[in-house]
């Protein structure tokens, strides 16, 4: 199974400022997300990040706000921008081939003051 | 998206079996029924997967109905450790690019 590690593993960032994530596998996979989950909350789908092509986002999310890259099968990053205490959450990644089980990053827990 | 419902919570005794529900009565042919679990600071884990047949792995067994309206994953002897929210997600493996969608998942208490 893919191991999936996450930097950094916690922040604590202005408000106004941005904060890129780095979400690293282990090995090729065909298939990463990004999710947030707030406090106390399940985890919510942000977008579909794409090998080589632009991310696929949920409903209620914007590539402006949180843009995504994916520059190989092992890589991906998601950029939290002009931050407000609002986005204060944990910030997961998840990868894994088609059809088979995803797994997951421990996550960034993010504060913004 | 496909939707679950699972209780929010729910409490057992260590060393003792546990029957977690889970119901998705929209749910698809093309569905597979998912479980993960997330212990508290960390991500979630996959703990078993299945589409018809009822299912086994070290982890965990799932049982799903005959209509496929249902499903259950059961622990077979509860641990201390056991204790984390437990997601029950369907997958679209016929399209929908295989995301999942997490509902809000069972919390599982287990006492010593």
């Known amino acids: 199974s893919a191991v999936i590690s996450q930097k950094p593993s916690r922040d604590i960032c202005q408000r106004g400022t941005s904060l890129t994530i780095q979400c690293q596998v282990d090995s090729q996979v065909t298939m990463m997300f990004w999710y947030r989950q707030q406090p106390g909350q399940s985890l919510t789908l942000i977008a579909t990040?794409?090998?080589?092509?632009?991310?696929?986002?949920e409903s209620g999310f914007v590539i402006d706000k949180f843009p995504i890259s994916r520059p190989n099968l092992t890589f991906s990053t998601l950029t939290v921008s002009n931050m407000s205490p609002e986005d204060s959450s944990i910030y997961l990644c998840?990868?894994?081939?088609?059809?088979?089980?995803?797994?997951f990053g421990d996550g960034t827990r993010l504060s913004i003051l | 998206d496909a939707k679950t419902t699972q209780p929010n919570s729910m409490e057992s005794n260590e060393e003792e079996p546990v029957h977690l529900p889970c119901n998705h009565s929209?749910?698809?042919?093309?569905?597979?029924i998912h479980w993960y679990r997330q212990l508290p600071s960390q991500g979630p884990e996959y703990v078993i997967h299945g589409l018809t047949s009822n299912v086994n792995n070290r982890m965990a067994s799932l049982a799903i109905a005959e209509d496929r309206k249902s499903s259950t994953l059961i622990l077979h002897r509860a641990t201390l450790r056991d204790a984390a929210v437990y997601y029950c997600?369907?997958?679209?493996?016929?399209?929908?690019?295989?995301?999942?969608?997490f509902g809000s998942g069972t919390k599982l208490n287990v006492k010593p």
């Open positions: 929209t749910i698809s042919g093309t569905d597979y």
């Open positions: 998840s990868a894994g081939g088609e059809n088979q089980p995803q797994h």
């Open positions: 990040a794409n090998q080589g092509s632009e991310a696929t986002y």
């Open positions: 997600i369907l997958r679209d493996v016929g399209g929908n690019f295989n995301k999942f969608y």
